[in-house]
T-cell receptor
Framework: DGGITQSPKYLFRKEGQNVTLSCEQN?????MYWYRQDPGQGLRLIYY???????QKGDIAEGYSVSREKKESFPLTVTSAQKNPTAFYLC??????????FGQGTRLTVV | GQQLNQSPQSMFIQEGEDVSMNCTSS?????WLWYKQEPGEGPVLLIA?????ELTSNGRLTAQFGITRKDSFLNISASIPSDVGIYFC?????????FGPGTSLSVIP
């Protein structure tokens, strides 16, 4: 089954804990992206990666970290430095800087 | 940097009405993409446009690539309740996809 898998769909964490969100793809796309979306708002770019072992900060990278050790995987860690981590997180992939395809998202709630 | 603007920001319409929204850019784009995001889901690609002046339909949706290459339009005919969602335009940036802020559509039955 081809596509982008984000897991889990819902995630709860205590304040002050780091948490890692998973994004896996089998589309053989080079580019992968992480976006944050707050209720009723648009997509804000956190990090993106054009190739394995390389990634760039997006518009709101503070308090987040990523790695790109494999083409298929681009995990996002929400650290305790992120002051307001509760949000909907979306992962996307693309063959280039054009059509992007999204996962189903992970809704993170920090209590 | 490259930036996309969408208008209107939100729309409330009666079921059966037609909908028009647009996306503008300060720079030329050679591809325009339109996505729909339903509540709690990831955005899904609806229509892709690759040539200035191109008009492409997908069911009740029609999108156009503006002649100036700095804008694109999305029309939805005879809206139905399942058209509810956020509609994003997007285009290729220097090294990443650029998304507009979205148009939120609400359909009143």
């Amino acid at each position: 089954d081809g596509g982008i898998t984000q897991s889990p769909k819902y995630l709860f964490r205590k304040e002050g804990q780091n948490v890692t969100l998973s994004c896996e793809q089998n589309l053989n796309h080079d580019a992968m992206y992480w976006y944050r979306q707050d209720p009723g708002q648009g997509l804000r770019l956190i990090y993106y990666s054009q190739i394995v072992n390389d990634f760039q900060k997006g518009d709101i990278a503070e308090g987040y970290s990523v790695s790109r050790e494999k083409k298929e995987s681009f995990p996002l860690t929400v650290t305790s430095a992120q002051k307001n981590p509760t949000a909907f997180y979306l992962c996307a992939t693309a063959a280039g800087p054009t059509e992007a395809f999204f996962g189903q998202g992970t809704r993170l709630t920090v209590v | 940097g490259q930036q996309l603007n969408q208008s209107p920001q939100s729309m409330f319409i009666q079921e059966g009405e037609d909908v028009s929204m647009n996306c503008t850019s300060s720079s030329i784009f050679n591809t325009w993409l339109w996505y729909k995001q339903e509540p709690g889901e990831g955005p899904v690609l609806l229509i892709a446009l690759y040539k200035a002046g191109e008009l492409t339909s997908n069911g009740r949706l029609t999108a156009q690539f503006g002649i100036t290459r700095k804008d694109s339009f999305l029309n939805i005919s005879a809206s139905i309740p399942s058209d509810v969602g956020i509609y994003f335009c997007a285009g290729p940036g220097y090294d990443k996809v650029i998304f507009g802020p979205g148009t939120s559509l609400s359909v009143i039955p």
